[in-house]
Every structure is written in structure tokens, then in C-alpha cells.
Nanobody, 121 residues
């Protein structure tokens, strides 16, 4: 099983920036895709940004031009968020599609516990 740990959430004023980081740990695994979702109060969880298997990235329309996703290493993704808006307030979750090499080879999607981001107006 792969564990994901997020860091970097907090309180920021509108127009400010925050950097979220996510690091995976476990045994005998590789990550094929890694990304970030968010869930605001009373709303469904939505995709924010994903690093695709082929190396490109996909973003939600609401964050294009403001958020950038990248990988610091094979097991760490970073979400740089600039020009934050109050509507970016949410719990942000890291996710990773993994292949685990145990007694059997299996694919699993791992999720972090989430980190709260609050943007004040």
C-alpha cells in the first residue's frame, strides 16, 4: 500500500500564493500519474491538476494560468498556486495512480488525508 502525505496548506490573503507538496511512501511501487483534487464545503470533490503518464499536465479551467503542477522527484509532486481567490478555499487532496509489485502486481489509486487551504478576501 502506498501512503501520500501533503504539506503546505494554511491561510492566505486573496492574491497571495501557496505551495503544496505531496510525497509518497511505501514498498516496491511506481507512480504512473499524480495529481491534486479539492473539495470545498458543500461541493463535490473536483480535479485541480494532474501530471499525465506521458509527461504533460491537465488543469481545471478555473485554475489554468494560476496553478502549476510539477514533480520534484519520482515520488513528490508540487502544486504551486498563485493569485489565489476566495473560491480556491477547500481541502486539497493529493492522489496517485500506482503499480505495486508485491506477491501480485496490482494497480491502486492512493489518496492523501488532505490539507486545508483558506483564502481570505
Amino acid at each position: 500500500q502506498v501512503q501520500l502525505v501533503e504539506s503546505g496548506g494554511g491561510l492566505v490573503q486573496a492574491g497571495g500564493s501557496l505551495r503544496l507538496s505531496c510525497t509518497a511512501s511505501g514498498s516496491a511501487f511506481i507512480i504512473t500519474e499524480m495529481g491534486w483534487y479539492r473539495q470545498a464545503p458543500g461541493k463535490q470533490r473536483e480535479m485541480v491538476a494532474t501530471i499525465l503518464r506521458g509527461g504533460g499536465a491537465a488543469y481545471a479551467d478555473s485554475v489554468k494560468g494560476r496553478f502549476t503542477i510539477s514533480k520534484d522527484s519520482a515520488i513528490t509532486s508540487v502544486l504551486q498556486r498563485n493569485t489565489l481567490k476566495p473560491e480556491d478555499t477547500a481541502v486539497y487532496y493529493c492522489t496517485a495512480d500506482t503499480t505495486i509489485y508485491g506477491e501480485t502486481i496490482r494497480q491502486e489509486t492512493a489518496w492523501g488525508q488532505g490539507t486545508q487551504v483558506t483564502v481570505s478576501s
